[in-house]
């Protein structure tokens, strides 16, 4: 079982609400990414940190932003929610290859958004 | 070139059956291919992941295939089993990248 944590586990929200999705991990692990997962199941890379105040987006343009003032802790905030931000968001984290199994990634349990 | 195709997008197979999912790929720079199970209401676990340099790895009932010619890899599901039925992901990295690009996904339902 991986030490990756994200809360709240359900979050359901009015438009132009600002919110922020919390993840942690306990693995020292340097490499942390947020995915959004369509009700579909594709996983979308949104953003990734390399490392304390190192932040970057992902391969799915999304309006959300990052930070990364801590190793273990990577928040995802979305100022002002929309309906179409309803989605599952994911959490992972990984290590440098030799660490671990060449920089396999740990996922958290997710964050289900709904945005009315 | 950054794709990674995955078929079937869903899957039914008899309890003791072989599940095959299938992924190909473009790019020849992938040079790591996990492949992850997701149980509903749960994150993406890994299951079992292949390096090109052999064609094939087996961890128990979990067996890939891998065919760097064809770039394509593919996952053997033996003697599957009702407590198989999630959504399998295959995914490709690129060494020193660290970022994954994965498949759409497969459901698979084992019939009891």
């Known amino acids: 079982e991986a030490d990756i944590y994200q809360t709240p586990r359900y979050l359901v929200i009015g438009t132009g609400k600002k919110i922020t999705l919390e993840c942690s991990q306990t693995?020292?692990?340097?490499?942390m990414y947020w995915y959004q997962q369509d009700p579909g199941m594709e996983l979308h890379l949104i953003h990734y940190?390399?490392?304390?105040?190192?932040?970057e987006k992902g391969d799915l343009s999304s309006e959300s932003t990052v930070s990364r003032i801590r190793t273990e802790h990577f928040p995802l905030t979305l100022e002002s929610a929309r309906p179409s931000h309803t989605s599952q968001y994911l959490c992972?984290?990984?290590?440098?290859?030799?660490?671990?199994?060449?920089?396999?990634?740990?996922f958290g349990p997710g964050t289900r958004l709904t945005v009315l | 070139q950054q794709q990674v195709k995955q078929s079937p997008q869903s899957l039914i197979v008899q309890k003791g059956g072989i599940s095959i999912i299938n992924c190909a790929y473009e790019n020849t720079a992938f040079d790591y291919f996990p492949w992850y199970q997701q149980f509903p209401g749960k994150g993406p676990a890994l299951l079992i992941a292949?390096?090109?340099?052999?064609s094939e790895k087996k961890e128990g009932r979990f067996t890939i295939s891998f065919n760097k010619s064809a770039k394509q890899f593919s996952l053997h599901i033996m003697d599957s089993q009702p407590g198989d039925s999630a959504t399998y992901f295959c995914?490709?990295?690129?060494?020193?990248?660290?970022?994954?690009?994965f498949g759409t996904g497969t459901r698979l339902k084992v019939l009891a």
């Open positions: 693995m020292g692990h340097d490499k």
């Open positions: 995914a490709a990295s690129i060494a020193g990248t660290y970022k994954y690009i």
């Open positions: 940190s390399y490392g304390v105040n190192s932040t």
């Open positions: 292949i390096r090109p340099d052999v």
């Open positions: 992972a984290s990984s290590a440098a290859p030799g660490y671990s199994s060449y920089n396999e990634q740990f």
